[in-house]
């Protein structure tokens, strides 16, 4: 409850300070998350980390500023990937499959370039992106010679709070009034997504990962719901 507070009270700030210089429309997008993270750490994990699915979804806001449009909002975010591991040595057989599923809150602040052209706009976006930890698990299990069920909550071993560079390229059409648009964005975290004690017996290892997220965004969506 007090990151989601602090997040309204920052995109509040942010959505006042800009409607004291010009018109902020205000409106709303949907999303297809295919997320992923880089892993870093030497030989402590050996399998293979695959795509996990999830949604983004949010309101989403802009203004114009001269030559440039300042994109804002507040969006939820499923991200998270997929970890494989085979291990088959010293006469003994093991199969690993965990989903990893993690929720953030995220206020992305970018810069629009508009390109029209004769039947749509095309547009490029970039600028940093700041994400709150929501919580999230760890989901699968251990078959073969060690065979065990994985259900853990993972709050505990990520850091609250996360940034990225978003990039992203889509078109937009005006309509009655209101703007709909498709993009696609490519996130790339810019920051160690993990946090965990170095003297736990059990999850020490842990510490020693460091994993960014990267997060590929299929978004449509529309502005001119609202104006101030």
Not at 3 to 21: F, I, Q
Not at 123 to 131: H, I, Q
Not at 195 to 207: K, L, N, Q, T, V
Request: aromatic content about 8%; some cysteine.
């Amino acid at each position: 409850m007090k990151r989601l507070v602090t997040l309204l009270l920052m995109l509040g700030v942010l959505l006042t300070g800009a409607s004291t210089w010009a018109q902020v429309n205000i409106g709303a997008q949907l999303g297809l998350n295919m997320a992923n993270i880089s892993m870093d750490g030497g030989q402590i994990v050996e399998g293979d980390f695959g795509t996990r699915m999830g949604l983004n979804v949010g309101a989403v806001a802009e203004m114009k500023l001269g030559p440039v449009t300042l994109q804002s909002g507040l969006l939820f975010n499923q991200v998270g990937t997929k970890y494989e591991e085979s291990i088959n040595q010293a006469g003994y057989s093991t199969e690993e499959e965990v989903t990893v599923k993690a929720s953030y809150l995220t206020i992305p602040i970018l810069a629009k370039y508009i390109m029209p052209m004769e039947r749509f706009t095309l547009y490029g976006l970039a600028g940093p992106a700041l994400s709150f930890f929501m919580g999230g698990t760890a989901e699968g299990g251990i078959t073969g010679d060690f065979a065990m069920d994985i259900d853990e909550e993972i709050n505990d071993f990520v850091k609250s709070m996360d940034t990225a560079l978003v990039l992203g390229v889509g078109v937009m059409k005006e309509m009655n009034g209101r703007t709909f648009f498709v993009d696609i964005r490519y996130s790339m975290g810019l920051c160690n997504a993990v946090d965990a004690d170095p003297d736990s017996m059990e999850w020490g290892f842990i510490s020693k990962l460091e994993a960014k997220n990267q997060i590929i965004t299929i978004n449509v969506g529309v502005l001119g719901l609202l104006s101030l």
